[in-house]
């Protein structure tokens, strides 16, 4: 039974067009985030969710969106894709924000052609 | 804000030899310092973390040491194996803010 779990694994598409990405936790976790893992392993923190209410919101392109539905969902939709959004996409929790371990999802693999 | 730099950026060592990388943070009020492993393909994991009261904490093969005054921190990995060749990744908070990673650091241990 997966702690976090993402959807899909792997996304290949065009320049232009909207993708959403979807994660969910069952470890009970207040503290939600997306992470941006780019071709040279930097992981950048994008998104930070604390019981639904966003709290952390990165120097990131308007085009990315996140939405969390409720505390065990996180999701994270792209506008007006671009070459430069390839990369690996990893959802993560913990117990509260900087409150210790962070538990990431499997990552997915975003490609853009 | 906080700004975490991670040295080196590859190592590669024999098997059976130790391997030590170093990472120093810039917000002297950060005082939680995780290392997280992330094997090819998979997800990053914690291995070992340090909260600011300790100068030291060792788990088997692997061991933190912290050094407050200098802001620097190592993670020090003793009898290499195979197994532990990976991108390991140290970060540092202030405690209730966000987790800055460093830039990562290539292990390889060659057999």
């Known amino acids: 039974d997966t702690a976090v779990s993402q959807t899909p694994k792997y996304l290949v598409t065009q320049m232009g067009n909207d993708k959403s990405i979807k994660c969910e936790q069952n470890?009970?976790?207040?503290?939600m985030y997306w992470y941006k893992q780019d071709s040279k392993k930097f992981l950048k923190i994008m998104f930070s969710?604390?019981?639904?209410?966003?709290?952390i919101n990165e120097t990131v392109p308007n085009r990315f969106s996140p939405k969390s539905p409720d505390k065990a969902h996180l999701n994270l939709h792209i506008n007006s894709l671009e070459l430069g959004d390839s990369a690996v996409y990893f959802c993560?929790?913990?117990?509260?924000?900087?409150?210790?371990?962070?538990?990431f999802g499997e990552g997915s693999r975003l490609t853009v052609l | 804000g906080e700004n975490v730099e991670q040295h080196p950026s590859t190592l590669s060592v024999q098997e059976g030899d130790s391997a030590v990388i170093k990472c120093t943070y810039s917000?002297?009020?950060?005082?939680?310092f995780p290392w997280y492993k992330q094997e090819l393909g998979k997800r990053p994991q914690l291995i070992i973390d340090?909260?600011?009261?300790?100068g030291e904490k060792k788990d088997q093969r692997i061991a933190v040491t912290l050094n407050k005054t200098a802001k620097h921190f190592s993670l020090h990995i003793t009898e290499t194996q195979p197994e532990d060749s990976a991108v390991y990744f140290c970060?540092?908070?202030?405690?209730?803010?966000?987790?800055?990673f460093g830039a990562g650091t290539i292990l390889r241990v060659k057999s």
């Open positions: 993560a929790t913990s117990g509260g924000p900087g409150t210790g371990e962070l538990f």
């Open positions: 470890l009970g976790h207040d503290t």
């Open positions: 969710y604390n019981n639904k209410e966003l709290i």
């Open positions: 917000d002297s009020a950060s005082n939680y």
């Open positions: 340090i909260r600011s009261n300790v």
């Open positions: 970060a540092a908070s202030r405690y209730g803010n966000k987790l800055v």
